[in-house]
């Protein structure tokens, strides 16, 4: 990116209409390019990698157009791609016959108690460790989160899981 910044700069700098500027729109374009292939093929290996590894797996459905609006997220956030992830995923379950399981975007992942299920009704994204009031439970947050999609994955939403409040002492 610091080189796309420069080259951007420089192209900035030159004459509209001139031969050099021509030559540096050029040299923008092959470092978009790149840039683009780079994270074409991460995405690629990385789901791949994913898929070949686990039977099931379950993603969030989120709108990234409302997380780009924090601007010190929204960088990293518009780089990543969710939806181009969430897309090959689909169908590279499909061709390797693995499960993938797409969690409701309203499904409180980070707020709910993966331990005893109660629900924390407010939660800043500057607490990066979750507490439960209820039971005492102390966990990284994303962790937490983890374990509740994976419960989520785990268990059909008819039944009820421990993750969404449920009692499980008969299962």
């Not at 700069?9 to 050029?26: A, D, V």
């Not at 939806?83 to 016959?97: D, F, T, V």
């Not at 994204?125 to 374990?147: F, H, P, Q």
Request: charged residues 30%.
């Amino acid at each position: 990116l610091k080189s796309l910044k420069r080259l951007q700069r420089g192209l900035s700098r030159k004459q509209k209409g001139s031969n050099n500027r021509k030559r540096q729109q050029i040299k923008v374009a092959r470092k978009h390019y790149r840039i683009s292939s780079i994270r074409k093929n991460a995405i690629h290996q990385a789901t791949t990698a994913i898929i070949k590894k686990y039977d099931k797996i379950v993603i969030e459905t989120l709108r990234p157009a409302n997380m780009v609006k924090n601007r010190k997220l929204s960088q990293a956030i518009g780089d990543v791609s969710f939806g181009e992830i969430s897309r090959q995923l689909a169908y590279k379950a499909q061709w390797y016959g693995k499960e993938l399981v797409k969690a409701d975007q309203w499904f409180a992942s980070s707020k709910i108690c993966s331990d005893c299920g109660s629900k924390k009704e407010v939660l800043k994204l500057s607490e990066r460790t979750y507490k439960c009031e209820n039971c005492g439970l102390e966990i990284d947050r994303d962790l937490n989160a983890a374990k509740n999609l994976a419960s989520y994955g785990s268990t059909s939403k008819l039944e009820g899981s421990k993750a969404c409040g449920a009692d499980n002492s008969s299962l």
